[in-house]
């Protein structure tokens, strides 16, 4: 059965550096998102993506997060400088459409900022 | 804004217990609802879900959830649970006015004891 796959699967990284995660999405899913969830709390939507362009994003996607297909399976969440409080679990998911429609999710990346 | 609510974040039943896992949202418009599950060290799964029709809705692995729209719920039952269902569930929720974001719950972690 095809499945997300996302890469690293943790990565320690210092305060101030870009982080780049890597995301393979179910190859004819056409709908792809990030999603972050900081220990001991929720899962937090971050953006959605589609066509490639971003189609939502919530309000903890600010300038400092970007995100990119660079090529034909690739998506990636770029976090431009990071702080100490976007250590989390990133997950990314992808669907074949938007509506009503199941989110299939990849194992994560633990990212962890000191 | 919409909320998910589950009110156990940690439950320890025995084998063969019944299992019973609240799932509570505020929203007033229709909503598509989920549950998935994230076993040890796997990825998050989708259980089942439910987007119209029936509202007792059966999904892999015995389980099975109710949706009841006056009491704005979506609970997660099993009549026998095994010590493989030991995980952390998740409830979940979309809507069209909202741009269909999943809007996560905060998990119940379910251990079973052998």
């Known amino acids: 059965e095809p499945e997300v796959t996302q890469t690293p699967s943790h990565q320690v990284t210092q305060m101030g550096q870009e982080v780049i995660l890597r995301c393979v999405p179910i190859?004819?899913?056409?709908?792809f998102y990030w999603y972050r969830q900081i220990l001991g709390q929720k899962v937090e939507f971050l953006v959605s993506f589609y066509n490639n362009e971003i189609s939502e994003k919530s309000e903890i996607f600010d300038d400092q997060f970007s995100v990119e297909r660079p090529d034909g399976s690739n998506f990636t969440l770029k976090i431009r400088s990071t702080k100490l409080e976007d250590s989390a679990m990133y997950f990314c998911?992808?669907?074949?459409?938007?509506?009503?429609?199941?989110?299939?999710f990849g194992p994560g990346t633990r990212l962890l900022v000191l | 804004a919409q909320s998910v609510s589950q009110h156990n974040h940690h439950v320890i039943l025995s084998e063969a217990a019944s299992l019973e896992l609240g799932c509570n949202y505020s929203y007033g418009g229709t909503v598509n609802l989920f549950w998935y599950v994230q076993y040890p060290g796997q990825h998050l799964q989708l259980l089942l879900k439910y987007f119209s029709g029936d509202p007792l809705v059966k999904g892999i692995k015995g389980f099975e959830a109710e949706f009841i729209k006056s009491k704005f719920s979506f609970n997660l039952r099993k009549p026998s649970v095994q010590w493989s269902d030991t995980a952390e569930y998740f409830c979940a929720v979309n809507a069209k006015d909202s741009n269909y974001q999943l809007i996560w719950g905060a998990g119940t972690k379910l251990i079973i004891k052998p």
């Open positions: 998911a992808s669907s074949v459409q938007r509506f009503q429609e199941t989110q299939y």
């Open positions: 190859s004819n899913h056409l709908y």
